[in-house]
């Protein structure tokens, strides 16, 4: 049924779904940009309900906490628990994510590189070494409000961070956002043509 309403809605509001979905994906990491707006997630969630896939986000534990726990498990959202072990070392996120692909066979992890909705001319790569670690593709996710497109428009899998970044940033120098003022590739990977 929500596959349903949200090819609906999609259709009343003139976006199409990218049809390049890769067959037999039950264990990846997809990339979620650009990201300057609220409304990317809607996006996001609903061309990923029309594909039928199973998607799932890290938050921090607390955010599972009754009553935010209503909302945010029905989305997908997975904790993480990055609290000082008995060692006294701390996990970083993407050790915690690595984690997570290690405990899970099927995993369908969404991530946003950029890391926030302000501008940012760096991206946070810790997705590609989660990549790396858990010896899964890179998936580009993404919403394009020139094109009223969204969905999955390729796939990397993980080599060098060089060789691989070159070609997220490639695929995204292309997507329209919302709001460009607010999105940038990674120029450290990326050579403007």
């Given at each position: 049924m929500l596959k349903l309403i949200c090819r609906f809605i999609f259709?009343?509001?003139g976006w199409t779904l990218d049809d390049q979905l890769p067959p037999e994906i039950k264990r990846c990491l997809i990339l979620a940009a650009p990201h300057t707006s609220n409304w990317d997630f809607w996006y996001t969630m609903a061309a990923f309900a029309q594909y039928g896939i199973k998607i799932r986000f890290t938050v921090k534990k607390e955010w599972m906490r009754f009553p935010f726990s209503l909302i945010?498990?029905?989305?997908g959202a997975i904790p993480i628990d990055r609290s000082p072990k008995s060692n006294g070392q701390r996990p970083s996120a993407t050790e915690a994510m690595a984690q997570l692909f290690a405990e899970q066979e099927?995993?369908?992890?969404?991530?946003?590189p950029e890391g926030s909705r302000s501008l940012r001319k760096e991206w946070k790569t810790g997705f590609y070494y989660v990549a790396e670690a858990a010896q899964v593709p890179i998936?580009?996710?993404y919403v394009d409000y020139a094109k009223k497109k969204a969905?999955?428009?390729g796939m990397?899998?993980?080599?060098?961070i060089e060789?691989?970044?070159?070609?997220?940033?490639a695929f995204y120098?292309?997507?329209?956002?919302?709001?460009p003022a607010k999105f940038s590739v990674d120029n450290r990977y990326h050579s403007t043509p």
């Amino acid at each position: 049924m929500l596959k349903l309403i949200c090819r609906f809605i999609f259709r009343l509001q003139g976006w199409t779904l990218d049809d390049q979905l890769p067959p037999e994906i039950k264990r990846c990491l997809i990339l979620a940009a650009p990201h300057t707006s609220n409304w990317d997630f809607w996006y996001t969630m609903a061309a990923f309900a029309q594909y039928g896939i199973k998607i799932r986000f890290t938050v921090k534990k607390e955010w599972m906490r009754f009553p935010f726990s209503l909302i945010m498990k029905p989305l997908g959202a997975i904790p993480i628990d990055r609290s000082p072990k008995s060692n006294g070392q701390r996990p970083s996120a993407t050790e915690a994510m690595a984690q997570l692909f290690a405990e899970q066979e099927e995993l369908v992890l969404v991530i946003t590189p950029e890391g926030s909705r302000s501008l940012r001319k760096e991206w946070k790569t810790g997705f590609y070494y989660v990549a790396e670690a858990a010896q899964v593709p890179i998936l580009f996710g993404y919403v394009d409000y020139a094109k009223k497109k969204a969905g999955i428009g390729g796939m990397v899998q993980p080599t060098t961070i060089e060789k691989t970044l070159e070609q997220v940033m490639a695929f995204y120098s292309k997507i329209s956002p919302k709001f460009p003022a607010k999105f940038s590739v990674d120029n450290r990977y990326h050579s403007t043509p």
